[in-house]
């Protein structure tokens, strides 16, 4: 089991940046996929990035480019830097950790771009 906590979100003007913070309650070391998903209201949830544990990336085209997808194994927390952030990347942001057995999720965190 473990708890994920995402923090960092707010209100931001177009073009501007945030990063989302992701704490794991343990360590990270053995979660195989640490990932940002996103919901905006009226949509299903979709996947924003992913980072694997040797350190493998991938991101949807909509963020290629402006996003960044990190984790420190050691500090037990994955991260999202977005930049370059536009009204259509609002959304309430969720931290997922996968396992071979075992998908987690945190409580989520809102990201409103808007001038």
């Known amino acids: 089991q473990v708890q994920l906590v995402e923090s960092g979100g707010g209100l931001v003007q177009p073009g501007g940046s945030l990063r989302l913070s992701c704490a794991a309650s343990r360590s990270i070391f053995s979660i195989n996929v640490m990932g940002w998903y996103r919901q905006a209201p009226g949509k299903e949830r979709e996947l924003v990035a992913s980072?694997?544990?040797?350190?493998?990336?991938d991101y949807a085209d909509s963020v290629k480019g402006r996003f960044t997808i990190s984790r420190d194994n050691v500090k037990n927390t994955a991260y999202l830097q977005m930049n370059n952030l536009k009204p259509e990347d609002t959304a309430v942001y969720y931290c997922?950790?996968?396992?071979?057995?075992?998908?987690?999720w945190g409580q989520g965190t809102q990201v409103t771009v808007s001038s």
């Open positions: 997922n950790a996968k396992t071979l057995r075992f998908s987690f």
């Open positions: 980072i694997f544990n040797g350190g493998t990336t």
